[in-house]
């Protein structure tokens, strides 16, 4: 089982930035692989970035350029620093693990993750 928190969502103007972080516990790292995912209101959630298990990065097209996906394995933790924030990337934003033994992380991974945290908001007023 894995345990995931996140931390570091808040308020900012459109422009600005913020670093997310998610602590994940119960060894998720030998079969899981971790991402962000958000959800804005009235919208479908959708993945933002994510890890695979090669240790390659994957990023939503609505990302790419703007946001870093980062991880520190020692400390567990799963960091998404968020650069030149946009109004419309305003949402909640949930780490999540899926099981990716034999699977390819990119666009729809968050259908498959099996653990989510309790997600921190993000918004970004224009």
């Known amino acids: 089982q894995v345990q995931l928190v996140e931390s570091g969502g808040g308020s900012v103007e459109a422009g600005g930035s913020l670093r997310l972080s998610c602590v994940a516990s119960?060894?998720?790292?030998?079969?899981?692989?971790i991402g962000w995912s958000r959800q804005a209101p009235g919208k479908e959630r959708e993945a933002v970035a994510a890890?695979?298990?090669?240790?390659?990065?994957w990023y939503a097209e609505s990302a790419e350029g703007r946001f870093t996906i980062s991880r520190d394995n020692a400390k567990h933790t799963l960091n998404l620093q968020m650069n030149s924030l946009k109004a419309e990337d305003t949402a909640m934003y949930y780490c999540?693990?899926?099981?990716?033994?034999?699977?390819?992380?990119?666009?729809?991974?968050?259908?498959?993750?099996?653990?989510w945290g309790q997600g921190t908001q993000v918004t970004v007023s224009s």
């Open positions: 999540a693990a899926v099981y990716c033994v034999g699977y390819r992380m990119g666009a729809g991974w968050e259908r498959r993750a099996r653990y």
């Open positions: 119960g060894d998720p790292y030998s079969r899981y692989c």
């Open positions: 890890f695979d298990s090669d240790g390659s990065t």
